[in-house]
């Protein structure tokens, strides 16, 4: 199973950047995919979630009407659009396969950087 994070970086506040998740290894078109986040000195945190028809998706209300979930079930890619950002978005992003579609992911990728600071 790999899991790799692309797209992080360094943004001002109030811009837009756009992660994506490249899977294999396991069968993406069933598996609910979600992003979640750890920021320095901070717990894991769930940031979005989406079911494996791209049907039903969830967010923290902290990201809610300003990041977008999206999947490409052909192509085995989930992507997170994040705008308007903030300085309390800066963390390291992590893209997650939860097969069991419960909220507990089971594999995790390597974590993609973004810092949000002017």
């Known amino acids: 199973v790999q899991l790799v994070e692309s797209g992080g970086g360094l943004v001002q506040p109030g811009g837009s950047l756009r992660l994506s998740c490249a899977a294999s290894?396991?069968?993406?078109?069933?598996?609910?995919m979600g992003w979640l986040r750890q920021a320095p000195g901070k717990e894991r945190e769930f940031v979005a979630s989406i079911r494996w028809s791209g049907g039903n998706t969830n967010y923290a209300d902290s990201v809610k009407d300003r990041f977008t979930i999206s999947r490409d079930n052909a192509k085995n890619t989930v992507t997170l659009q994040m705008n308007s950002l903030k300085p309390e978005d800066t963390a390291v992003y992590y893209c997650?396969?939860?097969?069991w579609g419960a909220g507990l992911y089971k594999y995790w990728g390597q974590g993609t950087q973004v810092t949000v600071s002017s």
């Open positions: 997650a396969a939860d097969p």
């Open positions: 290894g396991f069968t993406f078109s069933s598996t609910t």
